[in-house]
């Protein structure tokens, strides 16, 4: 194996192993995100991002939790178990500063994810497959 594919495949062999090991919290969250770098291969460390929810009748986003992906790429955590109620949720992925530290220019300063929870004892992921020039996000499992 070569020098430069040993960090993909130990990000692959953490991404497809066992939830042992991965440093989970002990209560799970309701809510979370994984980022994924596609120019890179590699799951996205160290990207700032931020949840919101949209309160006051829809007026206003109160952001509830600010935090930065880990060494897989996910940010465990997001909500509690019993944080999350019905509702309009943003999360903000600062794009821009990611690409900025690794030297990159990259045409979205930001990528804002709005999602409705109607659901409030359902599980919810929310990925994000990001190159400095597209994104792309789903409802996962």
């Known amino acids: 194996m070569s020098s430069a594919s040993a960090p993909r495949l130990r990000a692959l062999q953490r991404h497809l192993g066992s939830r042992e090991g991965r440093g989970m919290e002990p209560a799970r969250s309701p809510l979370t995100t994984h980022v994924l770098d596609t120019a890179s291969g590699l799951?996205?460390?160290g990207l700032c991002l931020c949840l919101s929810?949209?309160?006051?009748h829809g007026q206003q986003w109160t952001e509830l939790?600010?935090?930065?992906?880990?060494?897989d790429g996910r940010c465990p955590g997001l909500l509690?178990?019993?944080?999350?109620?019905?509702?309009?949720?943003?999360l903000t992925f600062d794009t821009e500063g990611y690409w900025k530290k690794r030297g990159q220019d990259s045409?979205?300063?930001?990528?804002?994810?709005?999602?409705?929870?109607?659901?409030e004892t359902h599980k919810f992921h929310v990925p994000l497959l990001l190159s400095p020039w597209s994104?792309?996000?789903?409802?996962?499992?």
């Open 80 to 90: 509690l178990p019993g944080q999350m109620k019905a509702g309009t949720y943003k």
């Open 65 to 71: 939790r600010r935090s930065y992906t880990d060494p």
């Open 135 to 141: 994104y792309t996000t789903y409802r996962g499992s």
């Open 43 to 45: 799951p996205a460390q």
């Open 53 to 56: 929810r949209l309160e006051d």
């Open 107 to 119: 045409f979205y300063p930001y990528v804002e994810v709005v999602f409705t929870i109607t659901n």
